[in-house]
């Protein structure tokens, strides 16, 4: 996104997770050095990057397989050649959110909720991302330019819920999030915020008890929805930061980019959806990919992720099979595709 540097503060354990951050890896070089990769993947990326250059935290990394270079968490991260290919119908904004824009930071599409970019960073940087042409210059930076949304939220009494995405919520301190939750809570109509994120994944050290104490500091229902796209991501680490979330009262749902080369087999899906569902992570949605430009390379057919949901319904309880969903702009709600 458009800048990578986080605000320092809050707990020592916050700390923890602030300079695993700023020690992020961010050299296709480096990369393919520390996972004993051909040099010349790390030559193609760096051409290839773009405006969405490399940045992967060493915790994310480490579970990447040294040597591979097919391995599916690494096709998430590193860029390819493929980026830069134009293809028709794959464009900057995919999902038509210029036209949805009423305010500062904020998206309005669906009734009775309404989206605030409240970061233009995330901890890593996804090559498929919807958002990697977003203008995030035009959003609001800080507490005081947050104001005129907080005040626009406020005034529409027909908002019960405030989503939390970017970029990432979470790549706010403690402090930056306490702050606008409280500042929520004091607006009587919202009743629910929901925090779109890939943090507890990619870097699991940003869920301490700290952070779950001030989700249920108020009188606001918190949801976390996670991003998690292959099992090979979740491991001790993330799957205690899930826990801390559940055991702390805030469900925690996921949601799931069906990618071509990553998890676009049947497999591998269902070793996925089982194991959140062991872990008490509700499996909320598998997207559709967003045809974005830069992301052509990542796209599944329908019928063949129709197929894919088939088996799964075969293989899973209904209650860990994900509704397959695809967002079409202008649209009253995500389509349902299975």
């Known amino acids: 996104m458009a800048s990578c540097t986080p605000t320092h503060g ?10 695993l951050l700023d020690q992020s890896i961010r050299s296709p070089a480096e990369l393919c050095r520390r996972l004993d990769l051909d040099p010349s993947l790390g030559v193609e990326a760096e051409s290839a990057g773009g405006n969405l250059p490399l940045l992967v935290p060493a915790p994310y990394a480490a579970r990447i397989r040294r040597g591979d270079p097919n391995d599916p968490l690494l096709r998430q991260v590193l860029p ?51 958002r990697r042409h977003f203008p995030y210059s035009d959003c609001p930076q800080n507490a005081v330019q947050r104001a005129s949304a907080l005040e626009h939220i406020a005034a529409d009494r027909s908002l019960h819920e405030v989503i939390l ?6 790549m706010l301190t403690d402090a930056e999030l306490a702050r606008l939750l409280a500042q929520l809570t004091e607006i009587p109509h919202v009743r629910r915020v929901r925090l779109h ?20 500091a108020g009188r606001i229902t918190p949801i976390m929805v ?7 991501e979740i491991d001790r680490s993330v799957a205690d ?41 509700v499996p ?14 990542f796209q599944v057919p329908i019928e063949t992720g129709k197929s894919l949901v088939a ?20 649209g009253d709600h995500k389509e349902v595709l299975a």
């Open 80 to 130: 390819r050649t493929e980026e830069t290919l134009a293809t028709p119908g794959f464009d900057a904004d995919p999902l038509g959110e210029t036209t949805a824009r009423c305010g500062p930071g904020l998206l309005r599409k669906y009734r009775g909720r309404i989206l605030m970019v409240t970061a233009d960073a995330c901890a890593v940087h996804c090559r498929f991302c919807f």
């Open 165 to 170: 995405s970017g970029g990432d919520p979470l």
């Open 284 to 297: 909320y949605y598998l997207h559709q990919l967003d045809p974005v430009a830069g992301a052509a390379h």
């Open 197 to 216: 994120s890939r943090m507890p994944v990619v870097l699991p050290q940003r869920v301490t008890s700290a952070l779950v104490e001030l989700l249920r």
């Open 226 to 232: 996670i991003h998690v796209n292959h099992a090979a």
């Open 10 to 19: 809050g707990t020592n354990r916050s700390v923890d997770w602030q300079s």
């Open 311 to 330: 088996a799964l319904r075969a293989r899973l309880p209904g209650y860990a099979v994900p509704r397959y969903v695809r967002e079409t702009p202008g």
């Open 241 to 281: 930061g899930f826990a801390r979330l559940i055991d702390g009262g805030v469900p925690v749902l996921s949601q799931t980019v069906l990618l071509h080369g990553v998890n676009d087999r049947a497999d591998v899906l269902v070793e996925l959806f089982g194991r959140l569902v062991d872990l008490r992570v």
